[in-house]
């Protein structure tokens, strides 16, 4: 023992934790120290421990884990680093302190020449970005053009002759003009109180052919008039610029061609 202490910083270490019934095993084991460093710090030996700023750390992990205060045993122990090293020997092996200082050397000269070759590799990949990028900046005209074309494609498709109204058009007993002197507009709305097949031709061709269920309403628009196929002309209402139509048929006629508006409402 050293004169002037009562215990060195390892004997106490070791004394509280036998007081507390605590193995080197489970200490090494939560603190991750390796069991020979553990058995250096509880026999003080000074040579076989490692720097100072690791040894304090050792010591603070050892006594939180078994509940004493870290300060107190780490001045302890830095107390006795400083009486050794008033002596003629050193008490930190040159050969260790070497180690250490190899290692942290060797590691710096690593990072260091890594993070030069990922900024000769960033200098290189620069010029090749910014090649992309200009290369990229066509694409704002191409996707121009793209519109453009779809929307020549839509305006290109043929204008439906028969279209329904949002609003029923207000009832007249004349038909309404273009305005510019050709036939007049007709407006055709079919109500189907039953089932019945329906065709519907203009002047410029067929705008519908199809089975209408009962209870639907139709409504049409067309410049002339139309020419109107029934299967079950008794089952179906019709009424022609606000004004109805006394009769399509019987329930249960085939209707032909029918046209619409009829002759006389014509005249």
Same mark, same amino acid.
């Given at each position: 023992?050293?004169?002037?202490?009562?215990?060195?910083?390892?004997?106490?270490?070791?004394?509280?934790?036998?007081?507390?019934?605590?193995?080197?095993?489970?200490?090494?084991?939560?603190?991750?120290?390796?069991?020979?460093?553990?058995?250096?710090?509880?026999?003080?030996?000074?040579?076989?421990?490692?720097?100072?700023?690791?040894?304090?750390?050792?010591?603070?992990?050892?006594?939180?884990?078994?509940?004493?205060? $870290? &300060?107190?045993?780490?001045? #302890?122990?830095? +107390?006795?680093?400083?009486?050794?090293?008033? *002596?003629? =020997?050193? %008490?930190?092996?040159?050969?260790?302190?070497?180690?250490?200082?190899?290692?942290?050397?060797?590691?710096?000269?690593?990072?260091?020449?890594?993070?030069?070759?990922?900024?000769?590799?960033?200098?290189?990949?620069?010029?090749?970005?910014?090649?992309?990028?200009?290369?990229?900046?066509?694409?704002?005209?191409?996707?121009?053009?793209?519109?453009?074309?779809?929307?020549?494609?839509?305006?290109?498709?043929?204008?439906?002759?028969?279209?329904? $109204? &949002?609003?029923?058009?207000? #009832?007249?007993? +004349?038909?309404?003009?273009?305005?510019?002197? *050709?036939? =007049?507009? %007709?407006?055709?709305?079919?109500?189907?109180?039953?089932?019945?097949?329906?065709?519907?031709?203009?002047?410029?061709?067929?705008?519908?052919?199809?089975?209408?269920?009962?209870?639907?309403?139709?409504?049409?628009?067309?410049?002339g008039g139309f020419r109107l196929t029934l299967g079950n002309a008794g089952g179906v209402r019709a009424t022609v610029n606000g004004q109805a139509v006394q009769s399509l048929g019987r329930a249960g006629q085939v209707v032909r061609d029918l046209p619409i508006p009829p002759p006389a409402a014509?005249?």
């Amino acid at each position: 023992m050293i004169p002037g202490a009562d215990l060195r910083f390892g004997e106490e270490l070791r004394r509280e934790r036998l007081a507390r019934e605590i193995s080197l095993e489970e200490i090494s084991a939560a603190t991750k120290i390796s069991m020979r460093l553990l058995t250096a710090l509880e026999a003080s030996d000074l040579k076989r421990l490692p720097a100072p700023a690791f040894t304090r750390g050792f010591i603070r992990s050892y006594a939180q884990h078994i509940g004493i205060d $870290p &300060e107190e045993k780490i001045c #302890a122990y830095l +107390a006795e680093l400083n009486r050794n090293s008033n *002596g003629s =020997a050193p %008490v930190i092996v040159p050969g260790r302190r070497r180690f250490w200082r190899g290692r942290g050397t060797t590691a710096g000269m690593i990072v260091g020449g890594v993070t030069a070759l990922l900024l000769v590799l960033g200098l290189i990949a620069k010029p090749q970005r910014h090649g992309a990028v200009r290369l990229d900046v066509p694409v704002p005209a191409r996707a121009s053009r793209a519109v453009a074309l779809k929307n020549v494609t839509i305006s290109s498709e043929p204008t439906p002759a028969v279209r329904q $109204p &949002e609003v029923a058009p207000a #009832a007249s007993s +004349a038909p309404t003009s273009d305005g510019a002197g *050709g036939e =007049a507009v %007709v407006s055709l709305v079919l109500e189907f109180d039953q089932d019945s097949w329906t065709k519907l031709d203009t002047a410029e061709g067929t705008v519908f052919s199809g089975l209408i269920r009962r209870g639907e309403v139709k409504r049409f628009e067309s410049r002339g008039g139309f020419r109107l196929t029934l299967g079950n002309a008794g089952g179906v209402r019709a009424t022609v610029n606000g004004q109805a139509v006394q009769s399509l048929g019987r329930a249960g006629q085939v209707v032909r061609d029918l046209p619409i508006p009829p002759p006389a409402a014509r005249g």
